[in-house]
């Protein structure tokens, strides 16, 4: 059996396809770190006002945007990007093996203008990362949700999607196999779903190199941002996160899913019902009742697609559960199945007006479980799968640990100031005013929100410690790698000594032929 370096040797345009895909998923873990980190500044300077430097640059209005901004395009965006070039190169394995497909080596030939478009897609995504975050904070944000960023940036952004969706296809047409993986038509999906949504609302007229007027304005532009931001976990890119849970899920369980039809179904499911999905979120909106009536019922109908999915992901597990004690990628990905659920479920409660009124003026109406639960713990869970083997199995296991107690921490905070603060600003006193005044309300939620400082520190620890065992285990596998062609080198120059004289003893006689000394005899 070949080893992993000989096998770099013999295939090296394979490895130039994995460099691509292990950079995406290093800077999914960069971005994730510095987002979380700024989450738990956030936090810190909600409790604790005093903390905020008095600057523009870093003020609270401008670092809440930008949090959001690397947490969904740097670390989900990333994920997402990298998963779907996996999934791709998966399906095409699967003409070779079925069930060893992730350690067979790939025969994907790609010509050097798809190989260009690669590297595009990765330096393209990462400008476009770092750019939004450099405007969002100089204040140059468009102030739409999903697309804070200036038009030459999004502009950029559509690019890079158009140039995935090719490398996608490119891939995808040299599998063998008729039939396409559930996770593939999840991306495909999800590759519609984001060029629509993303040129839909960062529609606008530029009046300058980083300011544009949005063709979209008033009442119009914001139901057209709310109802963009979809009902599932992620918003854009929720469809993507849903394939790389169906081709996490096959390929670490070496199983097929559970059952294709639910799969299917759910799939369809999905698609019909979630553009019409966003409308809860318009309650009390300029938005005509009826519409807001049939909003609020295919918010209801999308319990149904939701549950099933996760139900379909968690049975496939079960088939080894015995997995999830003792790899933590495999418990990752239990939670983040019972997160999408989870997340699912308190949108299609938030359908329902009356608990829609109750949680509208709270500080969080939705719960991480959307954000943590399912965007960035799939991500992570993609990057630890798409790296090599990390070095340190006790790093790894205190990761997931951390993971899942940080969302529990995070989600409980959530719904106790939900609960709280929706029920004291409904309570009115004898003469038709809020019994309680604005100051009373935000102390009332002081505890819940240094719960949720403990979560998210717990999540940037993690990271913190995820770096660490990433950098370690690409540092040993950088000096193995370096020593074995020491030793091959060495080996080779010992064996070619040894032949030298066998070769002068069998034909003493012989006059050397006139070549260099490194020539080959005959």
């Known amino acids: 059996m070949r080893t992993a370096l000989e096998a770099s040797a013999c295939h090296p345009r394979v490895n130039h396809h994995h460099h691509v895909i292990h950079d995406f998923a290093r800077m999914a873990v960069i971005w994730g770190l510095l987002s979380l980190c700024l989450a738990v ?52 394995l699967q003409r070779e093996s079925r069930t060893d497909a992730e350690t067979a080596i790939p025969d994907i030939a790609l010509t050097p203008f798809t190989l260009k478009l690669m590297h595009f897609t990765f330096l393209g995504w990462q400008a476009v990362v770092a750019l939004g975050a450099l405007a969002i904070v100089a204040g140059y944000s468009s102030g739409q949700h999903m697309a804070e960023a200036p038009w030459l940036v999004d502009l950029l952004m559509t690019l890079v999607w158009l140039a995935v969706a090719w490398v996608f296809f490119t891939v995808l047409e040299q599998r063998t196999l008729r039939r396409l993986p559930v996770a593939c038509w999840y991306f495909i999906a999800g590759l519609m779903l984001v060029l629509m949504q993303h040129v839909l609302i960062s529609l606008s007229v530029p009046i300058g190199l980083l300011e544009s007027i949005p063709l979209f304005t008033g009442g119009l532009e914001a139901l057209i941002q709310r109802w963009q931001a979809g009902p599932l976990p992620g918003g854009m890119f929720a469809f993507g996160l849903i394939a790389l849970l169906h081709h996490m899920v096959t390929s670490r369980s070496r199983l097929p899913l559970y059952s294709h039809r639910l799969a299917a179904t759910s799939f369809w ?5 979630v553009t019409w999905g966003g409308a809860p979120l318009l309650f009390a909106s300029a938005l005509p009742a009826w519409s807001q009536t049939l909003g609020m019922a295919m918010g209801i109908l999308l319990l149904a697609p939701g549950l099933a999915l996760s139900l379909n992901g968690l049975m496939t597990l079960k088939e080894d559960w015995h997995s999830l004690r003792r790899d933590p990628l495999n418990c990752l990905l239990a939670a983040a199945l019972v997160s999408l659920a989870l997340a699912v479920l308190e949108y299609s409660l ?3 007006p ?14 991480p479980a959307a954000s943590l639960g ?38 409980a905070a959530s719904w106790a100031t939900t609960l709280l603060q929706g029920s004291m600003w409904h309570v009115l006193a004898d003469d038709g005013r809020p019994l309680y005044t604005l100051s009373e309300v935000l102390e ?17 620890l993690g990271l913190l410690l995820m770096l660490l065992n990433v950098t370690r285990t690409l540092a040993d596998q950088k000096s193995e790698r ?6 091959q080198r060495l080996s080779s120059g010992s064996h070619k000594a040894s032949s030298e004289p066998a070769t002068h003893s069998a034909s003493p006689s012989t006059t050397p032929p006139a070549t260099s000394s490194g020539g080959h005899y005959a």
């Open 269 to 273: 499911m999905l698609v019909l019902l």
């Open 41 to 92: 500044w956030l936090n810190l300077i909600w409790l604790w006002p005093s903390l905020g430097p008095e600057v523009a640059w870093l003020s609270y209005g401008r670092l809440a945007p930008l949090q959001h901004h690397l947490l969904l395009f740097g670390l989900g965006g990333s994920a997402v990007i990298a998963g779907g070039y996996s999934i791709a190169m998966h399906s095409v």
């Open 354 to 367: 009356t608990l829609n009124a109750l949680t509208f003026s709270a500080a969080n109406s939705l719960s």
């Open 482 to 487: 370096q020593a074995a062609h020491e030793r």
């Open 444 to 460: 009332a939620a002081r505890m819940p929100m240094m719960i949720s400082l403990g979560g998210l520190a717990c999540w940037a």
């Open 374 to 411: 399912v965007v960035a713990t799939v991500a992570i869970v993609m990057a630890y799968h798409l790296l090599p083997p990390m070095r340190s199995l006790a790093l790894l296991k205190t990761h997931a640990l951390l993971v899942i107690i940080g969302t529990l921490l995070c989600v």
């Open 350 to 352: 938030l359908s329902l």
